[in-house]
């Protein structure tokens, strides 16, 4: 059975799902107001933060297990250590918040991750210690055994990132496949006001749904499919968020401004994808910019 094979077999585990829901519940207690959380989220950003923090225990640790081998270079693969010892404290969090809000699988193979993250640290707060007392051979083993889980580790992140796509944006997906000529959303009179409704476009044969806001004269138009993991927008909400009309996802709450589809409120870290919107003779068209025109 090959790695990922073992990757998907442990996230539908789901003996331990009880557990994980008390942990979530601790997470969201803890990583408030949402504001802070957003923070984690990335939302501010445009792009998870988790990965982007991440990137500094892993590359100071494993700079220090290179510098290491030499000799007269330890003590600043001390200093390394160190610093990432203390990076991985933002880095947890960040994934933390993501871990919270996303789907039973995801979550499963995340408490994998972060328990192999916590082995690792430990083991790295063990070689501080040794090394500390004087013993570097014994920091040296516990530092590169650290090296070993964090890489272990890492690839889980990275499974549940690519495999399970926990920090992909869930409307590109959609948007790719949607035709790029102006699609027709029906006569203005037809949608009502003040919250979303839902069209079709055509999509390589498939229809593709659309969520559509009307405020008076002007229409928001968006693929369906939220960014944060696919929830429907449709079904959402027109609230004002952070200052701007969004459209809310009934899933998790991510808020978008209509007239960007910027996230005001996370978890996404994405934009929603926004359609061109023109109108004709009483009707409303709308159309992908052309960035998603492959075809
Ligand atoms: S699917 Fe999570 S906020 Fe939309």
Redesign the pocket.
């Given at each position: 059975m090959s790695l990922l094979a073992v990757l998907d077999r442990l996230s539908e585990v789901s003996s331990f799902d009880k557990s994980l829901e008390s942990a979530r519940a601790a997470v969201n207690k803890v990583l408030r107001p949402q504001a802070f959380k957003d923070l984690l989220h990335g939302t501010w950003l445009g792009h998870p933060l988790h990965p982007v923090l991440a990137m500094v225990p892993v590359g100071t640790w494993l700079s220090a297990g290179i510098l290491d081998a030499v000799p007269p270079a330890r003590p600043a693969a001390t200093a390394l250590i160190g610093t990432g010892v203390a990076a991985s404290l933002p880095a947890a969090l960040a994934g933390a918040a993501d871990w919270s809000?996303q789907d039973d699988a995801v979550r499963r193979l995340g408490a994998v991750h972060a328990v192999a993250n916590s082995a690792a640290l430990g083991l790295y707060v063990g070689s501080l210690v040794a090394r500390r007392k004087g013993n570097g051979t014994l920091g040296r083993v516990l530092a590169y055994s650290g090296l070993g889980l964090a890489s272990a580790s890492a690839s889980i992140g990275g499974h549940m990132s690519y495999a399970q796509s926990s920090g992909a944006n869930h409307a590109v997906p959609e948007a790719r496949q949607l035709t790029t000529d102006w699609i027709d959303l029906g006569p203005l009179d037809d949608l009502p006001e003040g919250r979303p409704a839902l069209r079709t476009g055509e999509g390589q044969g498939t229809p593709i749904g659309l969520a559509v806001v009307r405020r008076g004269a002007r229409v928001d138009a968006f693929i369906n499919a939220?960014a944060?993991?696919?929830?429907p927008l449709a079904e959402g909400t027109v609230e004002e968020v952070r200052g701007a009309d969004c459209i809310v996802?009934p899933?998790?709450?991510?808020a978008f401004d209509l007239e960007s589809g910027e996230p005001r409120r996370g978890?996404?870290a994405s934009a929603q994808e926004r359609l061109e919107v023109k109108y004709e003779a009483g009707r409303v068209f709308g159309k992908l910019p052309n960035r998603h025109a492959s075809k």
């Open positions: 809000e939220c944060h993991v696919g929830g996802c899933w998790h709450g991510s978890p996404t």
